[in-house]
């Protein structure tokens, strides 16, 4: 008689128990996905809702810059950051400029839109130390900023990678604890460069972080980086600026150029508009590279490397080849970059005209019909095999120790000026 209804009033039971289980594991993994997104910040899918005062330093990355500010203001900052994005885009100046924030004996406090943002005082003793170096300038000095990169030779070439012995010197400092009594800040540029041996004496700092120490480290590259040490640092991507920015930034530097010795001519050339726009945009969205190649001839200097290193195949261009190898030998490992981002823009605006001989988005728009009648000769196959050898290239100097820089570059340079040519030839007739 009473069957009919327990059954039911179980069955109830039953349901109300597993809706309340489905309700706690979605609080659950909303938690954990709260988590996973707060630990890996991506800057280029979020926008800035109010203004900090890091920011005013700072050129675009505002959504990294509201993340840090408020980390500070709350005093939740993680123990270590670990800052990726292209090469050349602010990466490091960010850091710094926190690393003075967190130095600063004096900090000042903005209302900011009815929040209260703490800044570097920039007048006390700690901040003096450290704003020469802002912006680059050498013989800047603070006890308490630890700055480790690759070294480099007499020649002014980077090392292949960060050797353990600045790790050691670090980790024997750091057991002083502070020299002024107050935090630590560890700036590691390229942390994927790390050699095994510094990278598994790294991770064991950070696997146990000393209070007050703040590591900010820096990468181009964030699969290169060590799993290990990214699961132990807190991720902020850094993207590429836009070109509004760019733009302003070059309209900047050429009121005000920023020379390291006041004695130093101006490096950089008047632009107008169409070189200002060009620049920006075959930069990448990198103030680093952009000013780098303004400084070395701007897009003139970049016109004549392209048609310099872009041959037809006959006897004296391989003497040309051979001869503009010999050249690119003696620059240091970021121009050879440069040289490397500045073929690969090119091939591409020649595959765009292939397709469609009317397009503007172009990186060289001085260059269209050349590019347009280089591209109808080479044709598809060799312009991909062109851009290939490059990527292969980028990937044996740059990145295989023991690599003979030498070697490849003829060889590369042999086989833009045509011998891919000669190469396809070969493999039909096999």
Same mark, same amino acid.
């Given at each position: 008689?009473?069957?009919?209804?327990?059954?039911?009033?179980?069955?109830?039971?039953?349901?109300?128990?597993?809706?309340?289980?489905?309700?706690?594991?979605?609080?659950?993994?909303?938690?954990?996905?709260?988590?996973?997104?707060?630990?890996?910040?991506?800057?280029?899918?979020?926008?800035?809702?109010?203004?900090?005062?890091?920011?005013?330093?700072?050129?675009?990355?505002?959504?990294?810059?509201?993340?840090?500010?408020?980390?500070?203001?709350?005093?939740?900052?993680?123990?270590?950051?670990?800052?990726?994005?292209?090469?050349?885009?602010?990466?490091?100046?960010?850091?710094?400029?926190?690393?003075?924030?967190?130095?600063?004996?004096?900090?000042?406090?903005?209302?900011?839109?009815?929040?209260?943002?703490?800044?570097?005082?920039?007048?006390?003793?700690?901040?003096?130390?450290?704003?020469?170096?802002?912006?680059?300038?050498?013989?800047?000095?603070?006890?308490?900023?630890?700055?480790?990169?690759?070294?480099?030779?007499?020649?002014?070439?980077?090392?292949?990678?960060?050797?353990?012995?600045?790790?050691?010197?670090?980790?024997?400092?750091?057991?002083?604890?502070?020299?002024?009594?107050?935090?630590?800040?560890?700036?590691?540029?390229?942390?994927?460069? %790390?050699?095994? =041996?510094?990278? @598994? *004496?790294? !991770?064991? /700092?950070?696997?146990?972080?000393? #209070?007050?120490?703040? $590591?900010? %480290?820096?990468? =181009?590259?964030? @699969? *290169?980086? !060590?799993? /290990?040490?990214?699961?132990?640092? #807190?991720?902020?991507? $850094?993207?590429?600026?836009?070109?509004?920015?760019?733009?302003? !930034?070059?309209?900047?530097?050429?009121?005000?150029?920023?020379?390291?010795?006041?004695?130093?001519?101006?490096?950089?050339?008047?632009?107008?508009?169409?070189?200002?726009?060009?620049?920006?945009?075959?930069?990448?969205?990198?103030?680093?590279?952009?000013?780098?190649?303004?400084?070395?001839?701007?897009?003139?200097?970049?016109?004549?490397?392209?048609?310099?290193?872009?041959?037809?195949?006959?006897?004296?261009?391989?003497?040309?080849?051979?001869?503009?190898?010999?050249?690119?030998?003696?620059?240091?490992?970021?121009?050879?970059?440069?040289?490397?981002?500045?073929?690969?823009?090119?091939?591409?605006?020649?595959?765009?005209?292939?397709?469609?001989?009317?397009?503007?988005?172009?990186?060289?728009?001085?260059?269209?019909?050349?590019?347009?009648?280089?591209?109808?000769?080479?044709?598809?196959?060799?312009?991909?095999?062109?851009?290939?050898?490059?990527?292969?290239?980028?990937?044996?100097?740059?990145?295989?120790?023991?690599?003979?820089?030498?070697?490849?570059?003829?060889?590369?340079?042999?086989?833009?000026?045509?011998?891919?040519?000669?190469?396809?030839?070969?493999?039909?007739?096999?």
């Amino acid at each position: 008689m009473f069957a009919q209804p327990l059954y039911l009033i179980g069955e109830v039971f039953k349901l109300f128990t597993l809706r309340c289980y489905i309700q706690a594991k979605t609080t659950h993994y909303k938690q954990v996905l709260t988590m996973i997104i707060e630990s890996n910040i991506d800057t280029s899918t979020k926008a800035l809702n109010q203004p900090s005062v890091l920011s005013n330093e700072i050129h675009g990355h505002h959504f990294a810059l509201e993340t840090l500010q408020k980390a500070f203001d709350h005093d939740r900052l993680h123990h270590a950051y670990l800052f990726h994005g292209p090469e050349g885009i602010g990466k490091i100046r960010v850091a710094t400029v926190l690393a003075r924030l967190l130095l600063c004996t004096s900090t000042l406090i903005e209302l900011i839109d009815g929040q209260q943002n703490q800044h570097a005082c920039g007048q006390c003793k700690s901040c003096k130390r450290i704003n020469p170096l802002i912006n680059r300038h050498e013989g800047a000095y603070h006890p308490d900023l630890h700055y480790i990169t690759r070294s480099r030779d007499s020649n002014g070439k980077l090392a292949k990678e960060i050797k353990i012995a600045p790790i050691r010197e670090l980790q024997s400092s750091l057991s002083l604890g502070a020299f002024e009594g107050g935090r630590v800040v560890v700036i590691i540029e390229d942390v994927d460069r %790390l050699g095994l =041996s510094a990278a @598994n *004496a790294l !991770l064991k /700092t950070l696997e146990e972080p000393l #209070q007050n120490v703040h $590591f900010l %480290l820096t990468t =181009s590259s964030l @699969n *290169a980086v !060590l799993p /290990t040490i990214k699961s132990r640092a #807190q991720s902020l991507r $850094f993207a590429p600026l836009n070109q509004q920015i760019m733009q302003d !930034l070059l309209i900047a530097f050429e009121r005000k150029p920023f020379v390291t010795n006041q004695d130093e001519p101006n490096p950089f050339n008047p632009l107008d508009d169409s070189q200002r726009f060009s620049l920006a945009q075959l930069s990448g969205g990198s103030i680093g590279r952009a000013l780098s190649l303004w400084s070395q001839g701007g897009m003139l200097r970049v016109e004549n490397l392209i048609q310099s290193s872009d041959l037809n195949g006959g006897p004296q261009d391989i003497l040309n080849a051979l001869a503009f190898a010999k050249s690119l030998e003696k620059t240091d490992d970021d121009e050879l970059k440069q040289w490397i981002h500045i073929l690969r823009c090119w091939y591409r605006d020649a595959l765009v005209l292939m397709h469609n001989p009317q397009a503007e988005d172009l990186f060289f728009h001085r260059l269209k019909e050349y590019s347009y009648k280089r591209a109808q000769i080479l044709g598809l196959n060799r312009l991909l095999w062109r851009l290939n050898a490059l990527d292969e290239c980028e990937n044996h100097i740059f990145r295989r120790i023991g690599s003979n820089r030498k070697l490849i570059i003829e060889t590369l340079c042999l086989y833009l000026a045509g011998l891919d040519a000669l190469t396809q030839k070969a493999l039909k007739l096999s």
